[in-house]
């Protein structure tokens, strides 16, 4: 099993920012990569950025380009995301998920409990 742990939420007026941290532990040679998802309420899970583990490829959604920036550290097996110029529309909990397999948007197969992240304006 694999568990992930997120940290680094908090409250930030909008324009500021903010550094979300996910540590792993457990079997994590095996995983592939990892991820960042957020949910406001009342909407859906959506997909915020992800990397690979290895060769450190990024992919980002489309609201969070140039803004946010995912990467790594290897040695304390970490993934970090990076959130400026963060808007009132960015409020959300964000969770960190990790994959076996894949590094889009969808069939993560680990999950954080998440870290609550809310934007004043």
């Known amino acids: 099993q694999v568990r992930l742990v997120e940290s680094g939420g908090g409250l930030v007026q909008a324009g500021g920012s903010l550094r979300l941290s996910c540590a792993a532990s457990?079997?994590?040679?095996?995983?592939?990569?990892r991820a960042w998802f957020r949910q406001a309420p009342g909407k859906e899970r959506e997909f915020v950025a992800s990397?690979?583990?290895?060769?450190?490829?990024?992919y980002y959604a489309d609201s969070v380009k140039g803004r946010f920036t995912v990467s790594r550290d290897n040695a304390k097996n970490t993934v970090y995301l990076q959130m400026n110029s963060l808007k009132p529309e960015d409020t959300a909990t964000y969770y960190c998920?990790?994959?076996?397999?894949?590094?889009?948007?969808?069939?993560?197969?680990?999950w954080g409990q998440g870290t609550q992240v809310t934007v004043s304006s």
């Open positions: 998920a990790a994959s076996l397999s894949t590094w889009g948007t969808a069939g993560y197969d680990y």
């Open positions: 990397i690979v583990w290895s060769g450190g490829s990024t």
């Open positions: 457990g079997r994590t040679l095996g995983l592939y990569a």
